[in-house]
């Protein structure tokens, strides 16, 4: 029978598949993809005998029902384990306003899919139709006492669609660092109809609210490009809008909306993002976007949204360094905006959605920039204990920090198993590496124990400047409104130089603070790499 699969040594053999070609009109003034079939949702997976080690594939969901919001995400990375570190993982996030959020993340052994619907399994995690249109989605992670199973969870939810799937990604763009990857991102469910439950520990959340759900498949290094994402939708008015924005070698923003029975794309170029605050967490030690403005227009329509992030919660999938690994961003938001028509008609909006932020991770600088009454500029930074996960979520991005300056080796670029060797002038290698629990450290030692900042000064217009004095490689962010920095190796610096990206053990690093062009202090700081992160801290 068609879509019948077997699992045998965590392989899968399928007796009949039949591949799905993806039919479409996309053109740049912002026509739109054909609407999707449930064979778009189904496992796209087939071997090619090059670079399946960067293949990867999810199927997200979320939720919200008044108090309670929730994510869930079923994640695929390098099936075949060619690289010996795949990524089998279901997790869940489970938001309740006024407590604590829940995470839970469990790693498979086996997995199953079908080529010709929308069918998952994923150990005792998966999804199935639940009829023409719908799908159930399921789900278990025991307790374990642990950062990444604090709580058991378990979830049966029924997804049933009231607005018809697009194409966000119709047709294989490149998205990364590598040559040839690229990722297609399918909006199935742009709002849906969420019933069912939610089991955590002992408590049962009875669900019957607003949901969403899309998936991402293709070949590329999944801890390569930054990437931020945002949704919102109201199904009663047939009003829903996604985006996804992917920072690579290039620049990406993909957006479209559905509004009275259509569906409205713009091109890339039709759509700017800003990110006009940041905020900075404390367990991963990496500053996010807080707040976005969007401005879309296409000749037909324009759009302007705020978004404003009021919860969010951070989850790793980890890689062994010196690779990056990647921290993932879910996050509750209050989107609002306006749409216009050019023949005069409007659309006002002010709901709740999501939005997710994804970066690279290695070895953070961090600090705070603040004024004191003797012009001291403190930098009074917590050590907390981060939630440390091995999962992810992708969709695309602006980051608030810059490089320049950077030292690159000529190399080339081909997909095999990463290896610890010294690079110069060799082929780059590239690979998922093996997951790694990485501890808590104690503070770095400052050589300098000041730098100053004039009271008067805006810390909004505030950079804080990072320069290897080894290589001179440069990098540079922009303070949060609080003052909070971060600094950190990304893909390209792991590219450049496999075995040390950005820094080296011992290195000496000069930090300088600018206001506008002009340098207010500098100070230096020596990398100790047995340490998970550095903290710039400052007498006061």
Same mark, same amino acid.
């Given at each position: 029978?068609?879509?019948?699969? #077997?699992?045998?040594?965590?392989?899968?053999?399928?007796?009949?598949?039949?591949? +799905?070609?993806?039919?479409?009109?996309?053109?740049?003034?912002?026509?739109?993809?054909?609407?999707?079939?449930?064979?778009?949702?189904?496992?796209?997976?087939?071997?090619?005998?090059?670079?399946?080690?960067?293949?990867?594939?999810?199927?997200?969901?979320?939720?919200? $029902?008044? /108090?309670?919001?929730?994510?869930? =995400?079923?994640?695929?990375?390098?099936?075949?384990?060619?690289?010996?570190?795949?990524?089998?993982?279901?997790?869940?996030?489970? *938001?309740?306003?006024?407590?604590?959020?829940?995470?839970?993340?469990?790693?498979?052994?086996?997995?199953?899919?079908?080529?010709?619907?929308?069918?998952?399994?994923?150990?005792?995690?998966?999804?199935?139709?639940? $009829?023409?249109?719908?799908?159930?989605?399921?789900?278990?992670?025991?307790?374990?006492?642990?950062?990444?199973?604090?709580?058991?969870?378990?979830?049966?939810?029924?997804?049933?669609?009231?607005?018809?799937?697009?194409?966000?990604?119709?047709?294989?763009?490149?998205?990364?660092?590598?040559?040839?990857?690229?990722?297609?991102?399918?909006?199935?469910?742009?709002?849906?109809?969420?019933?069912?439950?939610?089991?955590?520990?002992?408590?049962?959340?009875?669900? /019957?609210?607003?949901?969403?759900?899309?998936?991402?498949?293709?070949?590329?290094?999944?801890?390569?490009?930054?990437?931020?994402?945002?949704?919102?939708?109201?199904?009663?008015?047939?009003?829903?809008?996604?985006?996804?924005?992917?920072?690579?070698?290039?620049?990406?923003?993909?957006?479209?909306?559905?509004?009275?029975?259509?569906?409205?794309?713009?091109?890339?170029?039709?759509?700017? =993002?800003?990110?006009?605050?940041?905020?900075?967490?404390?367990?991963?030690?990496?500053?996010?976007?807080?707040?976005?403005?969007?401005?879309?227009?296409?000749?037909?329509?324009?759009?302007?949204?705020?978004?404003?992030?009021?919860?969010?919660?951070?989850?790793?999938?980890?890689?062994?360094?010196?690779?990056?690994?990647?921290?993932?961003?879910?996050?509750?938001?209050?989107?609002?905006?306006?749409?216009? #028509?050019?023949?005069?008609?409007?659309?006002?909006?002010?709901?709740?959605?999501?939005?997710?932020?994804?970066?690279?991770? *290695?070895?953070?600088?961090?600090?705070?920039?603040?004024?004191?009454?003797?012009?001291?500029?403190?930098?009074?930074?917590?050590? +907390?204990?981060?939630?440390?996960?091995? *999962?992810?979520?992708?969709?695309?991005?602006?980051?608030?920090?810059?490089?320049?300056?950077?030292?690159?080796?000529?190399?080339?670029?081909?997909?095999?198993?990463?290896?610890?060797?010294?690079?110069?002038?060799?082929?780059?290698?590239?690979?998922?590496?093996?997951?790694?629990?990485?501890?808590?450290?104690?503070? +770095?030692?400052? /050589?300098?124990?000041? =730098?100053?900042?004039? #009271?008067?000064?805006?810390?909004?217009?505030?950079?804080?400047?990072?320069?290897?004095?080894?290589?001179?490689?440069?990098?540079?962010?922009?303070?949060?409104?609080?003052?909070?920095?971060?600094?950190?190796?990304?893909?390209?610096?792991?590219?450049?130089?496999?075995?040390?990206?950005?820094?080296?053990?011992?290195?000496?690093?000069?930090?300088?603070?600018?206001?506008?062009?002009?340098?207010?202090?500098?100070?230096?700081?020596?990398?100790?790499?047995?340490?998970?992160?550095?903290?710039?801290?400052?007498? #006061?």
């Amino acid at each position: 029978m068609d879509g019948e699969f #077997e699992m045998n040594d965590c392989r899968i053999s399928f007796r009949h598949f039949v591949v +799905s070609i993806l039919l479409f009109a996309f053109l740049l003034s912002g026509a739109l993809a054909v609407d999707a079939s449930p064979k778009d949702d189904a496992y796209h997976y087939m071997k090619n005998g090059v670079d399946d080690q960067i293949y990867n594939e999810w199927w997200y969901f979320n939720g919200i $029902d008044n /108090d309670t919001q929730f994510m869930i =995400l079923y994640l695929v990375s390098d099936p075949e384990n060619l690289t010996g570190s795949r990524k089998l993982q279901s997790w869940a996030v489970v *938001l309740e306003d006024g407590k604590s959020p829940i995470i839970g993340v469990r790693q498979s052994r086996g997995f199953g899919g079908d080529f010709n619907s929308p069918t998952f399994d994923l150990d005792q995690s998966g999804f199935s139709p639940s $009829d023409s249109s719908g799908i159930l989605i399921h789900g278990s992670i025991p307790k374990k006492g642990t950062a990444d199973a604090p709580s058991s969870i378990k979830w049966d939810l029924d997804y049933q669609p009231s607005l018809a799937p697009w194409f966000g990604i119709p047709v294989q763009s490149h998205i990364g660092h590598l040559k040839g990857d690229w990722m297609k991102w399918l909006v199935y469910m742009p709002a849906a109809n969420v019933s069912g439950s939610i089991v955590v520990d002992n408590q049962t959340l009875n669900i /019957d609210g607003v949901g969403y759900h899309d998936h991402c498949w293709g070949r590329w290094a999944l801890n390569d490009p930054t990437s931020v994402w945002l949704e919102t939708s109201n199904p009663v008015e047939g009003f829903s809008i996604s985006l996804a924005e992917i920072t690579g070698e290039q620049k990406n923003t993909f957006m479209g909306l559905k509004y009275n029975d259509k569906t409205v794309a713009f091109s890339s170029k039709q759509v700017k =993002l800003n990110v006009t605050d940041f905020a900075f967490d404390p367990g991963t030690c990496v500053v996010y976007p807080a707040k976005y403005e969007v401005v879309a227009e296409n000749g037909e329509y324009r759009l302007d949204l705020m978004a404003k992030v009021k919860k969010s919660v951070p989850i790793r999938l980890d890689y062994q360094p010196p690779a990056p690994s990647l921290v993932v961003f879910g996050q509750v938001a209050d989107l609002q905006g306006v749409l216009k #028509e050019k023949n005069g008609g409007e659309y006002q909006f002010d709901a709740a959605g999501f939005t997710g932020y994804s970066s690279p991770l *290695l070895h953070p600088i961090y600090g705070k920039v603040g004024s004191e009454k003797d012009d001291l500029a403190q930098v009074n930074l917590s050590q +907390s204990n981060s939630t440390q996960s091995n *999962l992810t979520k992708t969709n695309s991005t602006q980051t608030n920090s810059t490089q320049t300056n950077s030292t690159q080796t000529n190399s080339t670029q081909t997909n095999s198993t990463q290896t610890n060797s010294t690079q110069t002038n060799s082929t780059q290698t590239n690979s998922t590496q093996s997951n790694s629990t990485q501890s808590n450290s104690t503070p +770095s030692k400052i /050589d300098s124990p000041q =730098l100053m900042l004039a #009271e008067s000064a805006d810390i909004g217009a505030i950079t804080v400047m990072a320069e290897n004095q080894r290589t001179g490689q440069k990098k540079t962010a922009k303070a949060t409104s609080e003052g909070w920095f971060s600094l950190d190796a990304d893909y390209v610096d792991f590219l450049a130089e496999s075995t040390a990206p950005w820094v080296a053990n011992n290195d000496r690093i000069t930090l300088s603070i600018l206001d506008g062009g002009r340098t207010i202090s500098r100070s230096n700081l020596t990398i100790n790499l047995s340490e998970e992160k550095q903290e710039v801290r400052f007498a #006061e």
